[in-house]
Structure formats: C-alpha cells, structure tokens
Nanobody
C-alpha cells in the first residue's frame, strides 16, 4: 500500500499563493504517477494536475494552467502543488493521489484551501 499525507493548505486572499505538499510512504516504488484533485462544496471531485514519477511529464486542468505548477522530489517521495494567482473559485479540499500503471488508487485525507476576496 501507499500512504499519502497532504499539508500546506489554509487561507489566502485572491491573487495570493499557497504551496501544497504531499508526502508518500509505503510501497512508493510501485507509484508511476502522482496527481492533485480538488472538491468544492456541492461539486464533484475534479482533476487539477498530474506528474509522472520518472519522466516528469505534467498535465493540468484548463482552469489552473498558467497559475498552478506541479513538481516532485523523488528523493523525498514528495509532490508539490504551487498555486499562484489564487481565485475564490479555487476554494476546495485538495487531495493528493497516486497510481501505478492504471487508475488512481491511493488517496490522501485532503487539505482545505480557502481563497477570500
């Protein structure tokens, strides 16, 4: 199994920045990709960004392109999400997830991000 623990959420003003971290432990050698998802109140969970473990290829939702950056430190088994130019609509619980060669199968507990005007 893989355990994922997010940190770094909190309150920010619109236009501000936050950086989320996700530390992985357990069978991390089985992890091919890591991603960030978010879920706002009353809405379904949505994809935010993803990165491959070895190649460093990244993918972003259109809503965050140019504002968010995903990166990883394999030595620390940690993935980051740098969030700039935050908007109130970015308010959500942010989840880290990992996958092998298939779908995302391990999830963190989530961290709250709240963006105020």
């Amino acid at each position: 199994q893989v355990q994922l623990v997010e940190s770094g959420g909190g309150l920010a003003q619109a236009g501000g920045s936050l950086r989320l971290s996700c530390a992985a432990s357990g069978r991390t050698n089985s992890v091919y990709g890591l991603g960030w998802f978010r879920q706002a109140p009353g809405k379904e969970r949505e994809f935010v960004a993803a990165i491959t473990r070895g190649g460093g290829r990244t993918n972003y939702a259109d809503s965050v392109k140019g504002r968010f950056t995903i990166s990883r430190d394999n030595a620390k088994n940690t993935v980051y999400l740098q969030m700039n130019s935050l908007k109130p609509e970015d308010t959500a619980v942010y989840y880290c997830a990992s996958r092998g060669m298939g779908s995302y199968d391990y999830w963190g507990q989530g961290t709250q991000v709240t963006v105020s005007l």
